[in-house]
């Protein structure tokens, strides 16, 4: 009775020392699961501002001119994003506060993508944009703006038959970093409102007759070709198609009559063949 007594309160030591030695186990796992969780929840809760540094910083090469953001939110969950307060400023030589500004767009991207050569967008929703269209003798600024991304995208596309001959070869052990593609299944830009105004002349056209809604602009199935299309190359497509919206209003209708009554107050010139009339 003794020995069985005895083994009895060592087996219960045994069990007690056990369950104590699990509990902790248990504890130490489920510190590391919140631990993990809060990293990968913080990772994801920046992925709007990391969005929003590359747009600041990677488009004002691309336009000329400056570019800001007031907020990108993204969701790790569904992919979609709406990117808030997007503005290109004008570029030298004209006076308006801003050539675009975009209160509000959509996005909805593929996660399964993100980590691929090719990040696939499902959609850019685009609505009710600020266009304000500035002429002057040597232009307009949205022609300016959408003729340096052109040049850009051009610097930027390999010419094979023209090969450097001092080019320097790149370390052994380094990788060339692949640039950045995309593919948008579409794109849409619905409700833009453009007002004018003459470069150099006191008194910016104003007032209800001085707005027009341009036609919607709907693109699809861009870079949906194996290669894709690169953000400069996106941002240059749209631009174009902006400034070529924006010619097409501005040479008709209110727009024009309001814009050739500052021609007066230019130099030679005025605006005759600004808009191919």
């Not at 050539?99 to 959509?106: D, F, K, L, N, Q």
């Not at 003798?137 to 300016?144: F, R, Y």
């Not at 692949?178 to 007002?195: C, W, Y």
């Amino acid at each position: 009775m003794l020995e069985e007594s005895c083994f009895d309160t060592l087996q219960t030591a045994v069990c007690r020392e056990s369950w104590r030695s699990m509990k902790w186990i248990i504890r130490i796992v489920i510190v590391l699961v919140v631990l993990i969780g809060a990293v990968l929840w913080f990772g994801w809760s920046q992925l709007g501002n990391l969005v929003k540094f590359g747009i600041e910083k990677g488009t004002p090469p691309v336009v000329q001119t400056s570019v800001s953001v007031q907020s990108v939110k993204l969701s790790p969950f569904s992919g979609t994003g709406v990117i808030e307060g997007f503005e290109i400023g004008n570029p030298k030589g004209f006076t308006g506060p801003y050539a675009v500004r975009i209160g509000r767009a959509e996005v909805a991207l593929d996660l399964n993508s993100v980590s691929t050569d090719k990040v696939v967008i499902q959609h850019i929703r685009i609505t009710d944009p600020e266009i304000n269209l500035e002429a002057g003798l040597g232009g307009t600024n949205l022609k300016h703006i959408a003729d340096n991304a052109k040049s850009f995208v051009s610097q930027q596309t390999p010419h094979t038959d023209k090969a450097p001959a001092t080019a320097a070869a790149p370390a052994a052990d380094s990788k060339p970093k692949k640039p950045l593609k995309l593919q948008v299944n579409e794109l849409l830009i619905t409700g833009a409102k453009l007002s004018a105004s003459v470069a150099g002349i006191a008194g910016v056209v104003s007032g209800a007759d001085a707005k027009v809604t341009l036609p919607d602009i709907h693109l699809t199935n861009l870079g949906s070709g194996g290669a894709g299309i690169s953000p400069a190359e996106l941002t240059s497509l749209v631009l174009s198609h902006i400034s070529t919206e924006a010619a097409k209003a501005s040479a008709s209708g209110s727009l024009k009559n309001l814009l050739q009554g500052g021609t007066e107050k230019l130099n030679t010139g005025g605006l005759k063949g600004l808009f191919g009339k």
